[in-house]
């Protein structure tokens, strides 16, 4: 994975955003986002829910229309709905764009012709992906038969099978076990080899985050940072002390006063940045009495704890949406 | 940058003109179109309650219906020519509307899921993506109005005035141009719940008030003048005179001034719905 990073990065960006900005109604969803995707890479755009992942995700689409900003390809300005960048991309979306009546072969020859494929070569590339896919044996089943993995798994098929430069995902994993995550970006990385693909996906998972090559971290519609997940992890220094209290926030407010800590409370357990982490625990387990404190874990940070540092936010909790704007524009 | 940004409200194509069209050719186009029109009939087949209930309303309809008025109507200076005469080319239209309703609802369904948005981010245009629409209900609704006029005997139909070219025309063009009428307002409706509103207060009445139940003779003048503007009465109208024949469609109620407007009305309706289906459907948001 590392070798890719180095062979790509003195090459030009494949994919360019610059100051890309869509609004609603005086909401700022994507504000001036500028990013450069290189080839060969997957990209993951981390954030949570409203944080402009999947507003980015359907301008690049070409389905909303961006506000200011332009867009590039291997160097070239196009316009999202250009009928050549539109045939660069491959696209999974949210919802299934599988056709529930239709057998898997036949989504899939829907999607070659879709985009001009006809013939002979259309059929050598569905029964190619059928195969990459693993799912050649029964591409005569309708989909409406299958398994939320097996689907995904054929979305992807279906989103490659005119052989694209660009994937473009959007929480691409969602509502899927653990064993279909694996099975699915199993698939990914291979077909990722074997067809030369630049992936961007948006996602709000940390295992997701962590196999991608690079994140790029959105909060409130504005990147944050964007490296990769190592180099993410190691900008927090130590480990991550996490206490379980019955009263969290009495304690981390002692843990500021008596112990000069920077204690906070997330998702009820108070959490401590610390650099000599182990040094710690006989301190703070010898500073309060028996009953304050109920479990004191150590660990290293996750990006979950990465992206709490960058934002003040969790990863895992959705931005509210009822009231946006005020909470928003800071 | 923000003067830049406040001066630019709208949305814009992300700056650059489209710097290449060569790739969007016709047979992309034609592709597109037609993978949606083959979709949609595939679709048909595989619904089988779907395919008796087209088969099946149609003719209970023009039976129960027809039959119920039968006593209390009277066709003036028709000679031979009953209620079942008069309402059998309303039914023709009534499965052309119903069939583009339907096509129109799987538009709705197809936007919340991911199918539409994916045919939406390819590289086909918004144009060609409504055709292949509005051709695949088209194809059924024909599908099932000629099967349904194989009763056109019984409905006393004759070979004698039968004009096979006129009733294709005029059943191909009312299901273009119903087909995007239907497209237009489910593009800005949304929802199914909202799109089963605009069907019983827009579509049901302009079909009631077509001429396909009681002739329009007689009609207040602004009722008059909704009537004119009502595409399905020139699909009643032309699908009456190319089964009774010019005669005895007027004598069954036919307005003097559509007489052989039929076909060309229709053209201009069905090129202004599918054009502002279009145009709907290509407004990037």
Known sequence: MSEVLVSTATSHPLLQLEGLTRRFKGRTAVDGLSLSVRPGEILGLLGPNGAGKSTTFQVLAGLLSPHAGLVRFEGRELALSDPSLRRQMGIIFQRSSLDDLLTARENLKLGARLYGLGGERARERVEAMLALIGLADRGDERVSTWSGGMRRRLELARALVHQPRVLLMDEPTQGLDEAAFRTFWAHLKRLRDSEGLTVLLTTHRADEAEVCDRLAVLDAGRLVACDTPQALASRMGGDILSVEAPEPEALAAELRERLGLDAKVVEGRVQVEASQGHALVPRLVEAFPAGRLTSVSLRRPTLADVFLQLTGRALGADVPTAEPAPRRRR | ?285
Do not use: C
Request: no cysteine.
């Open chain 2, 1 to 285: 940058m923000s003067a830049e940004l406040s001066a630019a409200p709208e949305p814009m194509n992300a700056g650059a003109p489209a710097v290449s069209d060569a790739p969007r050719t016709l047979a992309l186009q034609w592709a597109t179109v037609r993978v949606l029109m083959m979709r949609d009939i595939v679709r048909f087949f595989r619904q089988p309650s779907r395919v008796v209930g087209a088969l099946a309303q149609p003719v209970l309809f023009w039976f129960v219906i027809g039959s119920g008025f039968a006593g209390s109507f009277r066709v003036e200076g028709a000679q031979g020519l009953g209620y079942q005469q008069f309402f059998f080319p309303g039914v023709v239209t009534m499965v052309l509307l119903f069939s583009a309703i339907f096509a129109t609802i799987t538009v709705i369904e197809d936007r919340r899921e991911g199918f539409l948005q994916a045919v939406l981010a390819g590289p086909g245009s918004r144009l060609a993506v409504v055709l292949g629409k509005a051709l695949g209900s088209s194809a059924i609704a024909l599908l099932q109005a000629s099967l349904f006029l194989l009763l056109a005997p019984l409905a006393g139909v004759s070979a004698a005035t039968l004009n096979v070219p006129l009733l294709l025309a005029v059943m191909v063009l009312s299901a273009l141009a119903l087909t995007g009428m239907g497209m237009s307002l489910a593009w800005w409706v949304r929802s199914s719940a909202g799109y089963h509103a605009v069907m019983s207060i827009v579509l049901l009445p302009m079909w009631v008030l077509s001429g396909a139940m009681f002739p329009l003779k007689g009609a207040d003048t602004w009722l008059a003048w909704v009537m004119r503007l009502n595409p399905m009465r020139y699909s009643v109208e032309g699908v009456r005179r190319a089964l009774y024949g010019a005669e005895a469609s007027m004598a069954l109620g036919a307005s003097s001034s559509s007489a052989g407007l039929e076909v060309p009305v229709l053209v201009a309706f069905a090129a202004v719905f599918v054009g502002l289906a279009a145009f709907s459907v290509s407004r990037r948001e």
